[in-house]
């Protein structure tokens, strides 16, 4: 259980174009979902918290208009990147969070990630 | 400032050793702790957690033990198997979760055949 797709796996694409990359929890619904960004040799960059149902929170320097997010529905969240520049490019992840329980019988939430989306803009 | 540390960039370890990857972190507020695994160009697979009301989480080949004191906790792998070799993470977050993921650095694990 706990299995997130993304797709595509991975796109080229012109400078100026747009790219949308999709995220889905496939057995289990989530409310929320996060996307990250990945360089080289570099840790996991929180780039913005996806709300089904509602508007995403973007984390500090990250432009909301530049990286547009839908949370369509408990499986679906999208990330397209507007007018793409080289600077783009990079290898963008996605999580799901899933509710689970303990034996304590408090919950918590973990954070399942898909393959991620290797983006290149020329 | 990096509120989750992992001091080693890399480690070695002899296939069928034991393999212990290292974490610091500095916010107290963190209660809930996970270690995922990575290899290039995929995204990273959960491995395991522990909350703080635990010092000791157990699966399998993997027990993740939590210092809450020292605020660090380490990663056991044994016996190594060289499909472990990869980079690991470790994560901490704050309310069981449900805060946002805070990531290390990452340290490659090689295992050696």
């Known amino acids: 259980g706990a299995v997130v797709s993304q797709h595509p796996s991975w796109v080229i694409c012109k400078s100026g174009t747009s790219v949308k990359i999709e995220c889905r929890s496939l057995?289990?619904?989530?409310?929320?979902m996060f996307w990250y960004r990945q360089f080289p040799k570099q840790s996991l960059m929180l780039m913005a918290t996806?709300?089904?149902?509602?508007?995403?929170?973007?984390e500090q320097g990250v432009e909301k208009d530049k990286f547009l997010i839908n949370h369509a529905s408990l499986t679906l969240s999208t990330l397209t990147v507007t007018s793409a520049h080289p600077e783009d490019s990079s290898f963008y992840i996605c999580?799901?969070?899933?509710?689970?329980?303990?034996?304590?019988?408090?919950?918590?939430?973990?954070?399942?990630f898909g393959p991620g989306t290797r983006l290149t803009v020329l | 400032d990096q509120q989750v540390k992992q001091n080693s960039p890399s480690l070695s370890v002899q296939e069928g050793r034991i393999s212990i990857l290292n974490c610091d972190y500095t916010?107290?507020?963190?209660?809930?702790f996970l270690w995922y695994k990575k290899y290039p160009a995929e995204g990273p697979t959960f491995l395991i957690s522990i909350s703080s009301i635990k010092d000791k989480n157990e699966d399998g080949r993997f027990t993740v033990f939590l210092n809450k004191s020292a605020k660090h906790l380490s990663l056991h792998i044994v016996p190594s198997q060289p499909g472990d070799s990869a980079v690991y993470f470790c994560a901490a977050s704050a309310t069981r979760g449900n805060e946002k993921l805070t990531f290390g650095t990452g340290t490659r694990l090689t295992i050696i055949p």
């Open positions: 999580s799901a969070r899933r509710r689970t329980g303990t034996s304590a019988g408090t919950s918590t939430d973990t954070q399942y």
């Open positions: 057995d289990f619904q989530a409310t929320t």
């Open positions: 996806s709300n089904e149902g509602s508007k995403a929170t973007y």
């Open positions: 916010n107290s507020m963190f209660d809930y």
